[in-house]
């Protein structure tokens, strides 16, 4: 069988796509806005192209999705809360937010909006498929399919919070375990996506107005 015909295939390519564009922009700081935009697109993108590999995923019985959501929401609220400590007591140190000086004003909110869309519904779709949905279950057996969500296994549980801190860099390196640890053993407890995915999001935007604020990047 082809490798694009592997079940970890429509799970890696999207990630992968991401994560080339934002290691890339370490290396060219004066594109890395449009980098990131250009990388969380293409993932997306490749996202709903395979949509019908990640739906079933999400399905839930209807009195289950505002426990979920409800539970969702509070570990997120939760989690936003720990990075503002992290910020106020030294533990985390953001890089500085720095606009290309020939962008005109209307460039800059227009790709700040973008970029915050697309760090509060995106990203955490893209991350909570990989790292939890994939990688959690394909540490365990490389046939991952067969094992169900939230199936808890030190040695993955470990591995993934130390590979989702590599993109973060070290100033983020508490902040991003902290998170990492957090949506694991949601999805341990609650053994679905949308719990996790809703956490993730609301986490991620309280802490891009926080970041906003303080004219910290995102990414």
Not at 1 to 21: D, E, G, N, Q
Not at 92 to 97: E, V
Not at 207 to 212: E, G, K, S, V
């Amino acid at each position: 069988m082809a490798f694009y015909r592997k079940p970890w295939f429509p799970f890696t390519l999207p990630f992968l796509l991401y994560f080339i564009a934002i290691e890339t922009a370490r290396h060219l700081p004066q594109w890395q806005h449009l980098l990131f935009l250009a990388g969380i697109s293409l993932a997306g993108a490749a996202l709903w192209s395979w949509r019908a590999r990640f739906l079933f995923l999400l399905q839930l019985p209807r009195q289950a999705v505002g426990t979920e959501c409800l539970i969702g929401l509070l570990a997120g609220g939760g989690n936003a809360i720990f990075w503002q400590l992290g910020l106020q007591l030294g533990w985390l140190r953001p890089a500085s937010l720095v606009w290309p000086s020939h962008w005109s004003s209307s460039l800059v909110l227009t790709t700040s909006l973008l970029s915050v869309l697309c760090f509060v519904l995106l990203l955490p779709v893209l991350e909570e498929l990989f790292w939890r949905a994939f990688m959690l279950r394909y540490l365990i057996a490389p046939d991952f399919t067969r094992i169900p969500l939230g199936t808890a296994q030190p040695f993955a549980f470990v591995t993934v919070v130390a590979l989702a801190a590599i993109p973060a860099g070290e100033g983020l390196l508490v902040g991003t375990c902290f998170s990492a640890i957090l949506y694991n053993l949601l999805l341990i407890w609650r053994k679905n996506l949308l719990c996790g995915i809703v956490a993730h999001s609301l986490a991620n935007a309280l802490i891009a107005l926080q970041f906003q604020l303080h004219q910290f990047r995102l990414y």
